[in-house]
């Protein structure tokens, strides 16, 4: 597998999708910083937090985009084909572009975690956050990516068409979109919302009410479980975690959950690559 | 006989649909196996079988011995190479860029041998000008360097000529016998063209509807194709007996059926015969070229 993973990794270096990627993701941090810095002009300083972590919403769609394009270009010049002839096994074919794909996101995200540092804390401030959340968070945010590589590798793979794979990526990142976003308001529902009344002291008084809309604990835990699973909806529940307010009545995330969310992308990696790489595996090659 | 390639009983189904029927195959070292059939003959799918890109459902095959479902075979598979109807190549990257790569994926310590694979199949001087604006035989003679790579002792090439003009075709004919004389390279060949087979080919292998229908060596067939007096005699042994007095090279099918492969006059024969108690009843002179013979296998209503 080394040596496809070499034979990869020279490729990657003149890659044009690989750079146009890199580009855009430079491009996508210098607007963000851009954006944060002019609207907290003359504020006390609020840290790198909201945006250090931003651009894991993004960059689902980044790597369907590259996983696609890359893998599937395998395909279109004969390249894996070549491969197996030579004698290389599937197995490693496949774990070598998801690799190569993993490589490839973590290496995006930390081109925008370090612009981001590097021009935010000076501007910005540092992070308000603990460092011990900090790194769960980016443990969270390496398994997603690999999460994410693994669904794609496993698309790319299994269709031998580069267009069709490209289209399939790209709407598969759409409709894990809808559906985390279908999902989070049952996943985030709380039992009871409070409610605010001035007695006759003119003190305010905070009172807890059932919520109307509570889903019931077990279709609470489904859909809060499913969301874990779909990257797209782990990242949401990262980012809304982090830039959550102290009188929003939504239960995000909790720090506890964040600690262990990896496994749910892990447990997604495990599952889809396994059924890749049996199908992969099985499949008639043209 | 020293075989590099067998295939025993072997089927691949799609659905309902049998592709590879009941297919036995055997490539000797050294050889320039021609495979001929017609479209949808199974040729391609028979290709595809032997390089590890679909699995048989029935029967195996062997490759120098080893056993398709012996995982060794991987290890086997780094002596081959092929071009399966389309050579596989990056067409935004130079000819050497693309050798290059398949060094890498082969774990080739170095490029030792580059430069001199590029001048084997001339594309020494294209510098860099990308695959991309190369013409259809350029790309197929770096589909044949990138195969080369590794020192492969058999190849396989699908359909090689499709499509090439006649200088391309004469080009990759030529590179084909010089790698076969050369460095000693087996070639599995699958075509259309029969003639241009017929130019090369050592062996040929003749399938239809998944079927080897029959494989025949070059001398064989040479025989088989060549002018001949197709005689129905009276007594046979008499006539065999005249012949081998004679020296002539001839091939009994029948107690009644001989082929004489001497062309002499018939009226000489039948006076010669008839001093033998031998009488000719009937006679035919025939020739036949590969494609004819090729038709006649087939039942005589099928073309290439």
């Known amino acids: 597998m080394y040596k496809l993973l070499k034979a990869n990794f020279f490729r990657l270096v003149k890659n044009k999708i690989f750079w146009g990627i890199v580009i855009i993701t430079i491009l996508i941090a210098s607007f963000i910083l851009l954006n944060t810095i002019l609207n907290h002009q003359g504020e006390i300083k609020a840290g790198i937090d909201n945006i250090l972590i931003m651009y894991i919403n993004f960059i689902g769609i980044f790597i369907a985009m590259f996983t696609s394009l890359f893998v599937g270009t395998e395909y279109s010049d004969g390249a894996l084909r070549n491969k197996i002839v030579i004698g290389h096994s599937r197995k490693h074919i496949y774990f070598a572009n998801m690799m190569t794909s993993i490589v490839v996101g973590i290496c995006i995200e930390l081109i925008y975690i370090l612009i981001i540092t590097i021009v935010g804390i000076p501007t910005l401030g540092t992070l308000q956050m603990s460092t011990e959340k900090f790194l769960f968070i980016v443990l969270d945010i390496i398994f997603i990516i690999i999460a994410y590589a693994s669904i794609f590798t496993c698309v790319t793979l299994l269709c031998s068409d580069i267009t069709v794979s490209t289209v399939a990526c790209i709407i598969l990142v759409l409709v894990m979109l809808v559906v985390s976003m279908a999902l989070s308001s049952t996943a985030n529902a709380t039992k009871y919302y409070e409610t605010y009344s001035q007695n006759e002291n003119g003190e305010i008084e905070v009172y807890q009410e059932p919520n109307p809309d509570y889903p019931g604990d077990f279709k609470k835990n489904v859909a809060k479980t499913i969301l874990y699973c779909i990257p797209t909806g782990q990242a949401s529940q990262i980012v809304s975690q982090v830039n959550k307010q102290p009188f929003q009545m939504i239960d995000y995330m909790s720090d506890n959950e964040l600690k262990i969310a990896f496994l749910y992308s892990l447990g997604m990696t495990v599952c889809i690559t396994g059924i890749g790489v049996y199908c992969f595996k099985r499949k008639d090659l043209k | ?304």
Request: glycine fraction near 8%; proline fraction near 3%; charged fraction near 30%.
């Open chain 2, 1 to 304: 006989m020293e075989y590099i390639l067998e295939t025993n009983q072997l089927e691949k189904t799609y659905h309902h649909f049998k592709a590879i029927n009941d297919l036995n195959m055997h490539i000797g070292k050294g050889a320039i196996y021609g495979l001929i059939g017609k479209n949808g003959a199974g040729k391609t799918t028979l290709i595809r079988l032997i390089c590890g890109l679909q699995n048989p459902t029935k029967g195996t095959y062997t490759i120098y011995g080893i056993q398709n479902t012996d995982k060794r075979i991987l290890d086997v598979r780094k002596r081959m190479g092929a071009i399966i109807e389309t050579p596989s190549i990056r067409l935004d990257a130079t000819a050497e860029d693309n050798l290059k790569e398949q060094y890498r994926i082969m774990g080739l310590p170095s490029f030792d041998n580059l430069q001199e694979i590029l001048k084997l199949v001339g594309l020494m001087d294209t510098g860099k000008k990308k695959a991309k604006h190369f013409s259809l035989g350029m790309k197929q003679r770096l589909g044949i360097a990138i195969a080369l790579v590794g020192n492969p002792d058999f190849l396989i090439l699908d359909e090689p000529i499709n499509g090439l003009d006649p200088e391309g075709i004469i080009e990759i004919r030529e590179l084909i016998l010089k790698l076969n004389k050369e460095k000693g390279i087996t070639f599995l060949i699958s075509s259309h063209y029969l003639d241009e087979l017929s130019k090369i080919a050592t062996d040929y292998g003749f399938i239809e509807n998944g079927r080897m229908i029959q494989e025949i060596p070059k001398e064989e067939l040479e025989k088989k194709c060549k002018k001949r007096l197709e005689l129905e005699v009276s007594n046979i042994k008499e006539c065999v007996k005249y012949f081998e007095e004679k020296q002539f090279p001839y091939e009994v099918i029948s107690n009644e059926k001989i082929y004489l492969y001497h062309i002499m006059n018939v009226t000489e024969l039948a006076i010669a015969l008839s001093e033998k108690n031998c009488i000719i009843n009937k006679f035919e002179e025939k020739e036949e070229s590969l494609e004819s013979y090729y038709i006649n296998l087939m039942g005589g209503d099928n073309h290439v």
